[in-house]
């Protein structure tokens, strides 16, 4: 039969019929440990009962209301949200997916400031469609070289609204810019009378090891963008601005309105979610088992000269093998094994969710180290022996 479901996307065969923990679930009731958090979101793990618990409460009280009242439960994960982006005295609006608030947070910077231009890192991905579209048609885009100081000074900051810092993911690659160059960029930014804004839609919520990935980095956010993990799997995002930002949108306000915006069910799976990783102690949890992590892959490559490089911050990790074969190769044998991690061209990642257990990472390790990829000296070095 023809799969139903239009192939925006290369189909998978796999049938997954539930998840649990940090696994989920297929037809044949085959175990796969995610390492990937769905698609990144579920930093605390698959249909969690706290949340669960949450989402079937509010379910019975109120789930949607219409742009015609205001709800307790927005307000109050705007409240948290704001204290722990260290934006308190702020606003917040929530949406649905992280595009919506990426485009959201755009469409502020447009307007406050009246330019049209957008500037963000060359390797980084902002949103499937509107203003962070990659595309041919939107010139409005305008891309910065990775790490690259000089390309600061061939830019017109003067037309800029905005800098979108994506502070790790790097269209799948996790690549950590480096503070000089992120902290020139603010300044010129600044200086001109542009906006800062954080996208935070992958680094939020724990993932680097802190709440938020621009936290890693001298940089004072005036719109923040956040989605997936909020939700850990249910679809909400926001957006955040400073109390300026805020401000200035009183004497220059407009309109913008969606069905679901800042209906009371996402925000109150946004708010358990925040509260749940307060409460477990999350953030120093995730850090110390992203080190555990970081430490383990260290170890393999020492043994592997396959591994050409590891690039860790938190339980947002990446290897970087020599060839894009190798790293096929070892993502298929992980998924007959039971894991599933992200690939792409070379680089393998892992983002697992925030409460993984050690055991996991261990035999995620020991079976990259059995292996064999095939070249000269891909078996471990005590293998060979
Ligand atoms: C950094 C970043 N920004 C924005 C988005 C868009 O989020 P969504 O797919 O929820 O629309 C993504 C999605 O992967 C992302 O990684």
């Known amino acids: 039969m023809k799969n139903p479901i239009i192939p925006f996307y290369k189909q998978a065969d796999r049938l997954i019929v539930r998840s649990e923990n940090c696994s989920v679930y297929d037809a044949d ?14 930093n605390l793990g698959h249909s969690n009962p706290k949340i669960n ?5 509010q ?19 705007s409240l948290k949200l704001l204290e722990k982006l260290g934006l308190t005295g702020g606003q917040c609006a929530f949406i649905n997916s992280g595009s919506e608030a990426v485009n959201l947070g755009i469409t502020i910077a447009k307007n406050l400031t009246d330019r049209k231009k957008v500037l963000k890192m060359d390797c980084s991905y902002l949103s499937a469609f509107g ?13 910065i070289p990775f790490n690259n100081l000089d390309a600061i000074t061939k830019l017109d900051f003067q037309e800029i609204s905005a800098f979108v810092f994506e502070p790790g993911n790097s269209s799948s690659l996790i690549k950590y810019p480096n503070s000089n160059f992120i902290n020139a960029v603010a300044a010129e930014i600044k200086k001109h009378g542009g906006l800062l804004m954080a996208n935070e839609v992958t680094t939020g919520f724990g993932r680097t090891g802190k709440w938020f990935g621009f936290q890693h980095y001298d940089y004072q956010p005036d719109i923040v963008s956040v989605g997936k993990a909020l939700g850990n799997g249910y679809p909400i995002s926001g957006v955040a601005i400073s109390q300026e930002i805020s401000e200035l ?4 306000p407009f309109r913008y309105a969606q069905s679901h915006q800042n209906d009371a069910l996402g925000c109150a799976v946004g708010l358990e979610v925040i509260k ?6 999350l953030i120093n949890k995730g850090f110390e088992k992203g080190e555990y992590f970081k430490q383990s892959l260290i170890e393999l490559q020492s043994k ?7 690039r860790a911050r938190g339980l947002m990790i990446a290897i970087e093998l020599k060839t894009s074969g190798i790293a096929d190769l070892i993502y298929n044998q992980l998924i007959e094994n039971g894991f599933l991690v992200g690939i792409k061209e070379r680089t393998l990642r892992f ?10 990472i261990d035999n995620l390790i020991k079976t990259i180290d059995k292996i064999k990829t095939g070249t000269h000296n891909v078996y471990s070095k005590q293998a060979i022996q």
């Open 29 to 42: 009731n085959k175990e796969y440990i995610d390492f990937e958090s769905g698609d990144w979101s579920s």
């Open 131 to 143: 203003h962070g579209q990659i595309s041919e048609r939107n010139t409005d885009l305008i891309n």
């Open 53 to 57: 618990e949450r989402i079937m409460q």
């Open 249 to 252: 949108f009183q004497k220059m």
């Open 304 to 310: 592997h000269s396959d591994i050409l490089e590891i």
């Open 276 to 281: 749940t990783i307060e409460n477990l102690d």
């Open 59 to 77: 379910i019975d009280k109120l789930i949607h209301d219409g742009l015609r009242f205001r709800n307790n439960e927005s307000e109050q994960l």
């Open 351 to 360: 983002m697992p969710p925030l409460i993984i257990e050690k055991k996991d």
